[in-house]
């Protein structure tokens, strides 16, 4: 059974000692594996420089808030980040290559926790991934997440809600494909929806220019973060609303400022955890970019067998 649990993440907020080293071995390793396939190529390829690597992706950056590339989104045929990133590799004189793609993830991981680095770089700020603090088959602290109706419901309850219906308890952060696994294996799973923050949040000043978030161009839908529990929850029923999810496939809110939930899963912005007998005991996968391959909910249904009562 693949799953994931401490320090398999490449995408981690805050690291322990232990967790660091990985990484750095993860990155030391990674990068050798690329200078070895590259060596007799002649490909130019990203410096392992902080001050040259900076420069790449505040340029990134300034062309991902750039209108023209803004208004691609939803337009363009392919991986918009990755032709923009492609164009930057172009103006600083390095190669458009697999190596190259990889090699910027590669050192995004090392630099991405850097202080002077963080607080320039809209998308490190934004786009963190929490990395899973607990082990498999090991029981969850004290959750309290809320309901739409404004109610405290504690993780445990709903554990034992779907133990004792001898369902697998099953918690996403996004819609993607899940409203269809819902319905599809509900005699099996107990499926929720637990909602963290807002994703794709734009902040504007008084002159129009983006000052936070993560925009992809949505221009009719842009929302500022959450400031309140009452922020999360307006903006929970207005996700329940628009995406038409059915009334089996309960929402709930994350606790607001902790976040206790995604603090211990690292659920957010498009994961799953699954629970059974009252224990974690199943993540989805995340590659190296930190994405994953397929829908989570794929991922699950190759085990759902070997998982279920």
């Known amino acids: 059974m693949q799953s994931q649990s401490i320090g398999e993440d490449y995408l981690v907020k805050t690291e322990t000692k232990g967790e660091s080293l990985a990484n750095n071995n993860k990155f030391n390793q990674e990068s050798s594996t690329i200078e070895k396939e590259t060596n007799n ?44 990133r492609s164009e930057v590799f172009k103006q600083y004189g390095y190669d458009d290559c697999p ?26 700020r934004n786009n963190v991934m929490q990395g899973c603090r607990l082990s498999l088959k090991q029981e969850p602290p004290e959750i309290q997440l809320f309901n739409l109706q404004s109610q405290r ?25 899940y409203i269809a696994f819902a319905q599809k294996y509900k005699d099996i799973c107990k499926c929720i929806i637990t909602y963290v923050k807002e994703a794709h949040f734009v902040e504007r000043d008084e002159q129009g220019k983006f000052i936070d978030g993560w925009p992809i161009g949505f221009y009719e839908y842009e929302y500022p973060q959450h400031k309140s529990q009452k922020d999360r929850q307006q903006m929970a029923k207005m996700l329940k609303e628009q995406f038409h999810i059915p009334e089996d496939l309960e929402v709930y809110q994350d606790q ?3 976040n206790l939930f ?9 994961n799953m955890v699954v629970f059974k007998e009252c224990k974690f005991i199943w993540r989805g996968i995340l590659n190296l970019e ?8 794929k991922q699950l249904e190759n085990h759902l067998q070997n998982l279920k009562y």
């Open 153 to 177: 419901v504690s993780l445990k309850e709903l554990m034992l809600q779907s133990h004792q219906e001898n369902r697998l308890l099953v918690v996403y952060s996004a819609i993607a494909d």
């Open 41 to 84: 190529n002649n490909i130019k390829l990203i410096p392992d420089d902080k001050e040259k690597f900076f420069e790449i992706i505040l340029k990134e950056q300034q062309m991902r808030l750039d209108k023209k590339y803004q208004d691609m989104y939803g337009q363009y045929p392919g991986n918009l980040e990755d032709m923009i």
């Open 99 to 124: 190596s190259n793609h990889k090699l910027y993830y590669v050192l995004t991981q090392k630099y991405r926790n850097d202080p002077e680095l963080k607080k320039q770089v809209f998308f490190w």
């Open 256 to 258: 607001f400022p902790d």
């Open 290 to 297: 930190g994405l994953k391959e397929k829908y989570h909910s």
């Open 262 to 270: 995604d603090e211990s899963f690292g659920i957010w912005p498009f």
